[in-house]
Nanobody, 119 residues
Framework: QVQLVESGGGLVQAGGSLRLSCAAS????????MAWYRQAPGKERELVAG???????LYADSVKGRFTISRDNGKNTVYLQMNGLKPEDTAVYYC?????????????WGQGTQVTVSS
């Protein structure tokens, strides 16, 4: 079992920066693929950025060049550095952990942290 706790959200002006953190409890953090998703009011949850257990990263086109995902396996934490924020980045941001072992996938979600970008 993995528990995820996000922090770092808040209100920021357009062009500003925030860093989200997701602290994981439980064992085997380094073997999980980690990701950040977001969900704006009235919209579906979407993938923002992901980082594989081996370190490979991927980003949604809308955040490339502005957001950076990273992980610290020693601290069981994944980060999302968000620069150049835009009002359309306003959403609840969720941390996700996913691991597949012998055809069994386990997936966990955090409770979410609100990011609001004012124009």
């Amino acid at each position: 079992q993995v528990q995820l706790v996000e922090s770092g959200g808040g209100l920021v002006q357009a062009g500003g920066s925030l860093r989200l953190s997701c602290a994981a409890s439980g064992s085997g953090f380094s073997s999980y693929d980690m990701a950040w998703y977001r969900q704006a009011p009235g919209k579906e949850r979407e993938l923002v950025a992901g980082i594989k257990s081996g370190g490979h990263t991927l980003y949604a086109d809308s955040v490339k060049g502005r957001f950076t995902i990273s992980r610290d396996n020693g601290k069981n934490t994944v980060y999302l550095q968000m620069n150049g924020l835009k009002p359309e980045d306003t959403a609840v941001y969720y941390c996700n952990a996913r691991r597949t072992i012998i055809m069994t996938t386990r997936e966990y979600w955090g409770q979410g942290t609100q990011v609001t970008v004012s124009s």
